[in-house]
């Protein structure tokens, strides 16, 4: 009896040692933490899974590290990032990159959430039940680190040396990607597949958004002149607009439009007088609608819609604007309202722009139906049931 006892005793202490030495880099299986699996670490691994100490789905992960990983990857801040082992927990700061995710079906690996995210997305499946680390322009990086993840993301590097500081020593990876233009969502978007290890989704949903947009593009390329428009962030001095780079910008553009504040000096957003634009003297105004765009706090837009009666109201009471008035876009009633996030994110610009094609050259997209595309968007590749207003007037 004794000696079975110091047996298991020895077993016990063997299994403490050996185990903590697999993971010592934080990846399964590494032992020498240099964080790489080899041939012989494999071998070590298969030895302790023959002898009960270490499971069937352990040793297949250690399998798995050994035959894919690592994996390098170069990030929108144009830095080669190496990637030791599957990712199974992030964290996205910006808002525009949570739909990817579910594109590609990777929500399950979801650390947690900005609340940013759970109030634009509150009818994607399982977002509010995850952990809320604040807004995404007021991060609470103790949150963050509390809920441990593999990988953080960024929009831009502005802020990176100061969250690496923050999320490095918890063995945090932070990666820089940009979703938001249209130049670099495709290469974005297969990097965000290629760290899911979800390629043959990323493929099927490039080949669907790509051939609306080569639809919609082949036909506004001959179109000449172009339509001027001018989109309206903002309903208080000064004016906001979205420049070049913005995701507007790109909708526009590929719609047929000339945005009107394209050529200015600045990228993203411009603040623009009223003079200045009736000066440009646009054809057609764009309203991209977020929750605080009208002063009552009335949603113009959203899921949770049943009607387009707020969008309706507003425009009509837009167009009595001294500012407004004098433009041919509202003496030509070419005042339009469309959804904030559609109009921003570049994995929907091809639906902003469907309906924006609509809009600026109906007879030209007399067989173009942007709700129709806009419906499959939502039911085939973000799995959640089409509805809500989007857009106003409905491009028919």
Same mark, same amino acid.
């Given at each position: 009896m004794d000696l079975i006892k110091c047996t298991l005793a020895l077993m016990l202490c063997l299994s403490l040692v050996v185990l903590p030495a697999l993971g010592a880099s934080n990846v399964p299986g590494d032992s020498n933490g240099d964080k790489i699996v080899s041939a012989d670490e494999v071998a070590a691994a298969e030895k302790l899974a023959t002898?009960?100490?270490?499971?069937?789905?352990?040793?297949?992960?250690?399998?798995?590290?050994?035959?894919?990983?690592?994996?390098?990857?170069t990030d929108s801040a144009n830095r080669t990032v190496a990637i030791y082992k599957p990712v199974k927990r992030m964290i996205i700061q910006p808002t525009f990159e949570y739909e990817p995710v579910f594109i590609l079906g990777a929500q399950d690996r979801l650390a947690?959430?900005?609340?940013?995210?759970? /109030?634009?997305?509150? *009818?994607?499946? #399982?977002?509010?039940?995850?952990?809320?680390?604040? =807004?995404? @322009?007021?991060?609470?990086?103790?949150?963050?680190?509390?809920? /441990?993840?593999?990988? *953080?993301?960024? #929009?831009?590097?502005?802020?990176?040396?100061?969250? =690496?500081? @923050?999320l490095n020593p918890i063995g945090t990876t932070v990666i820089v990607m940009d979703l938001s233009s249209l130049d670099t969502f495709k290469d974005s978007f297969i990097t965000l597949a290629k760290l899911m290890e979800k390629d043959d989704r990323a493929e099927e949903f490039l080949s669907w958004w790509e051939s609306h947009l080569n639809d919609i593009k082949e036909k506004t390329d001959k179109i000449e002149p172009k339509r001027k428009v001018y989109n309206d962030y903002s309903n208080e001095l000064p004016w906001s607009t979205g420049a070049r780079t913005s995701g507007i910008d790109d909708a526009i553009t590929l719609a047929g439009g000339f945005n009107i504040a394209r050529n200015l000096d600045k990228l993203y957003y411009a603040q623009v007088d009223p003079?200045?634009?009736?000066?440009?003297?646009?054809?057609?105004?764009?309203?991209?609608?977020?929750?605080?765009?009208?002063?009552?706090?009335?949603?113009?837009?959203?899921?949770?819609?049943?009607?387009?009666d707020n969008a309706r109201e507003f425009i009509e009471n837009a167009?009595?604007?001294?500012?407004?008035?004098?433009?041919?876009?509202v003496k030509n009633g070419r005042v339009y309202v469309l959804d904030g996030d559609t109009g921003f994110t570049s994995c929907k610009a091809v639906i902003a722009a469907a309906y924006m094609a609509k809009w600026f050259y109906s007879e030209q997209f007399k067989d173009l139906d942007p709700e129709a595309i806009h419906k499959e968007y939502f039911e085939k590749w973000l799995g959640v049931p089409y509805k809500g207003v989007w857009a106003y007037p409905q491009a028919r």
């Open positions: 002898e009960g100490k270490l499971s069937a789905d352990d040793l297949q992960e250690i399998k798995h590290i050994h035959e894919k990983y690592p994996i390098n990857i947690a959430v900005t609340n940013t995210a759970q /109030k634009c997305f509150f *009818y994607m499946p #399982g977002i509010k039940d995850k952990p809320a680390v604040g =807004e995404y @322009k007021e991060v609470d990086y103790e949150v963050v680190i509390e809920n /441990k993840p593999d990988i *953080y993301i960024l #929009g831009s590097n502005k802020t990176i040396d100061d969250v =690496e500081s @923050k003079e200045w634009v009736l000066q440009q003297n646009p054809e057609v105004i764009v309203i991209p609608a977020f929750h605080d765009y009208e002063p009552s706090g009335a949603y113009l837009t959203g899921y949770q819609l049943e009607n387009g167009s009595q604007w001294d500012e407004w008035r004098q433009m041919e876009a």
